[in-house]
């Protein structure tokens, strides 16, 4: 049984940043990436194509990742005005992700570090540094630390509630990869426990923001690859 939040970090970023327009996307299931992409293109969601899209996903996980203009112009084989452009176009359709963000690194450059939800911490002396390239990374380090090890944090307490509730069956937690869960668990179990591990998943916090689980059973790793 393989088990994958989806698209866990942004909605991470939803809630910390407590930005309406990506709050109300995820609570109205409305596919994010096609949200960002349609206010990129400035085209309505429907219309919004595959290549589109990607685009769209590629621009919501580099906001993360701390993506520059250029690294993205090259990732994306787009003009260095556009990749500036999208950027733009992105803080404007989420201007709380903007603010949060701003925020983050103010705090931090004021005591040294930043902290995840769950309140583990990681210093960024970067932030003090005259050096512009040296500075931009350790924004970048602060931004994503707070959103990925929170969302790290998720996965961790997910795996401990889930843990207790596989006792009753003959399954058990194989690996994690990220944001997904392999777990091992006979086929006559299989149903039962995608079912109660997709329910414990989905509330392992009280979010405004849903959280989203996938599942997919086959007989090995490779069968249940995206």
Not at 110 to 127: A, D, N
Not at 153 to 170: F, N, P, R, T, W
């Amino acid at each position: 049984l393989s088990v994958d939040y989806s698209q866990i970090e942004v909605r991470v970023l939803a809630y910390l940043s407590g930005d309406p327009v990506l709050l109300d996307g995820f609570r109205q299931g409305i596919d994010i990436h096609t949200l960002t992409a349609s206010s990129l293109f400035d085209v309505a969601p429907f219309a919004v194509n595959h290549e589109m899209r990607q685009i769209g996903k590629r621009i919501n996980f580099s906001v993360l990742y701390g993506l520059t203009p250029y690294s993205l112009s090259k990732d994306l084989k787009i003009s260095l005005i556009d990749a500036k452009k999208y950027i733009v176009k992105f803080f404007a359709q989420y201007p709380g992700v903007q603010k949060w963000m701003d925020e983050i690194v103010k705090n931090a450059t004021e005591c040294g570090y930043v902290k995840t939800l769950g309140g583990r911490r990681r210093y960024v002396p970067g932030l003090r540094e005259k050096n512009k390239n040296l500075y931009d990374a350790a924004k970048r380090i602060a931004i994503n630390t707070v959103v990925q090890g929170t969302a790290a944090e998720l996965v961790k307490k997910g795996m401990l509630d889930l843990a207790s509730s596989l006792k009753k069956y003959d399954a058990q937690m194989l690996l994690q990869i990220h944001d997904e869960l392999l777990i091992t668990v006979l086929k006559k179990d299989s149903e039962q426990v995608e079912q109660l591990t997709k329910r414990i998943l989905e509330t392992v916090v009280d979010w405004d923001v849903p959280l989203l689980v996938t599942t997919r059973l086959g007989c090995d790793w490779q069968a249940v690859s995206k």
